[in-house]
């Protein structure tokens, strides 16, 4: 869970806005999902049930919204990480989550709000994809087609630095899957190059510097 929890936590710097300089009621309540979201991811059981609550209650405001749903299926999947204990329970509990998430992605193409709220909604879809158990849940594949689909966004260049330096960090969690050392160096040095002064530049130097010895 440990690993997982650091890869979660670099979704913070994707963050596009701050509720200081949010527009409107609905980017600080996306802000506020973020930070309960985040807590949530060390796997502490009653952090969980707080963000699934806290998620919850902010769905009812944007009914249908694919990046509140987004983290909805993210906050129901965070309970079944931890697959060794109550296999079983744990084993429903992340399908529930998968199926949020997967409708949030049905939906997305028919979504007219900010592009960057779905290019979020495809990023913790694709972090949680990734990073759930391949043998048990089969996301692997599904979940590094997301991240080239966000690799080859045409507006990738004008995304905030930090939220294209999260992209090219889950490329390079996803090739560490398939075991292309090649293309997880490639990605980090993207990462770093990037966002120099970012978390994921920090997370990435540091797995630079374990890839070389």
Do not use: W
């Not at 690993?3 to 200081?20: E, H, K």
């Not at 697959?83 to 992605?105: K, S």
């Not at 990605?187 to 990435?204: F, I, M, Q, S, V």
């Amino acid at each position: 869970m440990k690993s997982i929890c650091r890869l979660f936590l670099l979704l913070t710097a994707f963050i596009y806005l701050s509720p200081a300089v949010a527009e409107d009621q609905f980017e600080k309540d996306i802000e506020a999902i973020r930070e309960i979201y985040l807590a949530a991811t060390d796997g502490n059981k009653r952090a969980v049930r707080k963000a699934i609550k806290s998620i919850a209650k902010i769905e009812r405001k944007y009914p249908n919204h694919p990046l509140v749903m987004s983290y909805k299926g993210g906050a129901l999947s965070l309970r079944g990480m931890n697959i060794g204990a109550r296999p079983l329970n744990r084993m429903r509990e992340t399908e529930e989550g998968l199926r949020v998430i997967d409708r949030a992605l049905r939906m997305l193409p028919r979504h007219k709000g900010n592009y960057l709220e779905a290019v979020e909604a495809q990023l913790v879809a694709a972090y949680i994809f990734i990073n759930l158990p391949d043998s048990i849940f089969h996301r692997l594949k599904e979940g590094n087609h997301l991240v080239e689909k966000l690799l080859a966004h045409n507006q990738i260049s004008q995304m905030p630095d930090g939220l294209q330096a999260a992209i090219y960090f889950a490329a390079a969690t996803s090739a560490g899957k398939y075991e292309a050392q090649d293309r997880v160096k490639h990605y980090l040095e993207l990462t770093l190059k990037t966002d120099p002064d970012g978390k994921n530049a920090k997370e990435a130097q540091a797995l630079l510097k374990d890839i070389a010895g």
